[in-house]
């Protein structure tokens, strides 16, 4: 990809930084760069479309060069208008959140989401590592905070009910789903 940089200095940071499998400002430290001229060059070279950030669980600004970053689906999903879908695009925006947040956030499109029904969404996607629980709960003085940390893209994770058969003989499961295969 050609780009105009502005100095040798960040030509030369630009060649180092593509030997990178993740680029944060941070790690330009290592090749002599200091921490304000570093920020400025990761900031520019995602301006110019050299790198794109990806998602991380602590939330901090990492990047990878865009010829190298993963290509989006070729149809975007339908948009997805029940309780699980607005309560996910409230998490991926929210970050941090309680289930009340989640709740007053989620009420939209005609479609209502009481903190309960939060609170069982919020339980189910920790079970299955979509959500950390932030901050326990304590009883009648503050709610559980949760955080994103597996933000697998649009489309809201549902609960799914598998059909089959389970010996208990053998403890063998047969899914009768044939979407579901185990």
Known sequence: MKHAFRSDMEASAWRAAQSLKQ????????????????????????DAGLIARVETDDSRKVYVRTDLAPTAPAASPSYDDSAEGN???????????SATDIAAHSNAGGVEVSVA??????RLLV???????QKTAISG??????KLINNSGP???????????FDPNTADFVSLDKEVQL
């Open 23 to 46: 680029i944060h400002w941070s790690d330009l430290l290592a090749f002599g760069i200091v921490r304000s001229t570093a920020k400025k060059f990761v900031n520019r070279w995602a």
């Open 87 to 97: 309560m996910w695009r409230s998490m991926r925006g929210l970050r941090v959140f």
């Open 117 to 122: 029904q939060a609170r069982a969404y919020c």
């Open 127 to 133: 079970q299955s590592d979509h959500l950390r629980v």
């Open 141 to 146: 003085k503050r709610e559980a905070k949760f």
């Open 155 to 165: 489309v809201a994770p549902k609960p799914r009910k598998v059909k089959g058969v």
